[in-house]
């Protein structure tokens, strides 16, 4: 299944900002795809960082307490509000629509 992962912070906790948080990042972020691999996270797209103090990352999985460990274990959650999306690919929701019951 593809997860869209929203993991927002405040400007005050911002690794731009913040010495702390900066150097967790630059340490932990070359063993990313490591530590999602070591919990079968397949990492589709991103992470995209933006100005907004927001990173979008797609990933898929099989198991979303496998996405909750890569989380925990590479420490985004530490310093991120983490917003998880359930997500499919636009062919998997037109086919969805195509076979669901309309409600009006």
Known sequence: ?????????SPEICPTSN?????????LAP???????KHGVNILAGPLVNRE?????VV????????????????LAQWNQIHILPSRSLQEGLTEIQEGTSLF
């Open 1 to 9: 299944m593809h997860f869209v992962v929203l993991a927002t912070h």
């Open 19 to 27: 010495a702390k948080t900066k150097a967790l990042l630059l340490e």
């Open 31 to 37: 063993q990313i795809p490591s530590i999602a691999q």
């Open 53 to 57: 103090h927001m990173s979008v990352t």
């Open 60 to 75: 898929e999985t099989d198991r979303a307490d496998g996405l909750d460990d890569f989380l925990v274990d590479s420490r």
